[in-house]
């Protein structure tokens, strides 16, 4: 699954570039859909690039998408935007197949059908 996880990353971080790319908001746009992806009702709380490689983000808990819960989409992601902090959450899923955002969050990626 952690080729299917860097493919979709992949996808999602070339999506959040080509809204960036609109003049004056689309930088809005592009950090809402960074900072959100993973709770997007409209595609079930999977982000584009999750959606295609059928991989979702859950709840540890319970194994529910995280629509209800985009503080967690948030805060999952948010990490990923503080300097040296985003090096190491780099490093941990490269090389440890674990994030800080997941664990803080008590979130877990999982195939789905």
Known sequence: MFTERLLAALIDFSITMGLSLFPRVGWIFGL???LFKDSIVLLDGQS???R??????VTRENGQSLIR???KALVR???LLIPLLN???LYRFL???DRFGAKWTQTTVVKVD
Not at 52 to 57: C, D, H, N
Request: hydrophobic content about 55%; overall charge positive.
């Open 32 to 34: 809402i859909y960074f």
């Open 48 to 50: 584009f690039g999750r």
């Open 52 to 57: 295609l490689f059928k991989i979702k983000v």
């Open 69 to 71: 819960k985009p503080d």
């Open 77 to 79: 992601q948010l990490i």
């Open 87 to 89: 090096l190491v959450e």
């Open 95 to 97: 090389f440890l197949k």
